[in-house]
């Protein structure tokens, strides 16, 4: 089977499901061709995919009309690729004004196509818009909202991010024809060989261990909050912020409040770490909290912090939104899913802590069969390969 991949982001990709999943797992299994824009060298090119790069300009803010032209260069090269070889599966991700020109195509230069949407693109676009009264920008969303329910409402393959988002859509729209819903997995196959390679022990102390974005979204000053209640029961505790965000303020933010309640002894912000320093930290902890917040952003998104938690061997606390709901009955360690409140969570850290709890190879291996790109990637091909 030959993919055609139209990738939103620049190369290398920060996404570790089109690091993967795409550009390794389905490379392994279909002959991938891959659009995108590139930033920095190629060092990291993989061997089986078929890179069409087109070179961007830096990422600073005056860069950023030039880069949108770049990206339609891409577009056009993909589509002009695709009326060559209509044998491919085009599959363009996570941008509705390109995945509505190339589904438009497709009726007249008879290829196969397939969106994939893996966040409410529009939607969350529009929110952001409204809460910095920018009309421009509202405009912009509007439009992309419009694209995606064409897109939705097209009898075409849709892949969307989580069965919440495949349920919300189908609900919405009456939808019949059918759509996959292809949640984050882990890189299983990678962690198993930096826990061989560096066969981490606990630390002395108990760390807990929240680690992803730490942009004004995630409301970091909730965990911050739920810490607190947890020292006053268990004081030598410590906490552990592995990551950054894209708005340096927001990181700001957290550490003037880290200081403001006089924890700067207790808890630690990181920064952006590499995925090797990140998972050296968080290996060492005693537990890991996956708090994710609850709007109808996060409600229908498929985060990796849960599962990434049990492959790393480390007792994860997390948000009851749908996916972690789902996964963690699956892995059958639904005690370990609480309500987004202060005190519930609190608790149950204390109590996790409390009991020793730790992760079992019996709830790995599930995780594995459930989560790791290898299966997910079966779970893709094969539904590419029914695309008539």
Not at 52 to 71: A, I, S
Request: glycine share 4%; proline share 3%.
């Amino acid at each position: 089977m030959n993919i055609c991949f139209l990738s939103r982001e620049e190369y290398p990709s920060y996404r570790e499901d089109v690091a993967t999943l795409i550009e390794k797992e389905l490379a392994s299994q279909c002959n991938v061709t891959f659009f995108s824009r590139r930033y920095g060298d190629r060092k990291n090119i993989n061997n089986n995919v078929c890179y069409k790069l087109t070179n961007c300009f830096d990422k600073k803010g005056q860069y950023n009309v030039l880069n949108r032209f770049v990206q339609i260069v891409v577009l056009i090269k993909f589509i002009f690729y695709l009326i060559k070889h209509s044998d491919n599966v085009a599959v363009v991700r996570d941008d509705p004004l390109s995945g509505y020109f190339v589904f438009l195509l497709s009726k007249i230069f008879k290829y196969k196509f397939c969106y994939w949407m893996s966040f409410l693109n529009g939607e969350m676009q529009l929110n952001d818009a409204i809460e910095k009264e920018c009309r421009k920008r509202m405009l912009l969303a509007k439009i992309s909202i419009w694209l995606e329910k064409k897109l939705q409402l097209s009898p075409n393959n849709f892949i969307v991010q989580s069965e919440g988002m495949k349920a919300l859509i189908k609900e919405n729209f009456n939808i019949k024809h059918n759509i996959l819903a292809l949640p984050m997995g882990v890189n299983f196959k990678a962690i198993d060989r930096f826990l061989k390679s560096v066969n981490p022990e606990k630390s002395k102390d108990i760390i807990i261990t929240y680690m992803g974005s730490v942009d004004y979204s995630r409301n970091i000053n909730f965990v911050i909050e739920v810490f607190e209640e947890v020292i006053k029961k268990q004081p030598n505790c410590k906490l552990l912020l592995i990551g950054g965000s894209v708005n340096s303020s927001s990181e700001k933010d957290i550490l003037e409040n880290i200081k403001r309640k006089k924890l700067e002894l207790k808890v630690t912000l990181t920064g952006h770490l590499t995925r090797q320093k990140a998972w050296e930290l968080f290996s060492t902890s005693s537990l890991s909290i996956s708090y994710i917040p609850r709007n109808k952003f996060f409600d229908v998104s498929s985060p990796t912090k849960f599962i990434e938690s049990i492959a790393l061997k480390v007792p994860v606390v997390a948000s009851d939104i749908p996916d972690q709901v789902h996964l963690a009955q699956k892995l059958g360690v639904s005690e370990m899913i609480v309500n987004n409140n202060i005190h519930d969570f609190s608790d149950k850290i204390i109590e996790t802590i409390l009991n020793n709890t730790v992760v079992g190879n019996d709830v790995i291996n599930i995780a594995k069969q459930e989560r790791s790109y290898s299966k997910l990637c079966l779970d893709l091909t094969s539904y590419l390969s029914e695309i008539t």
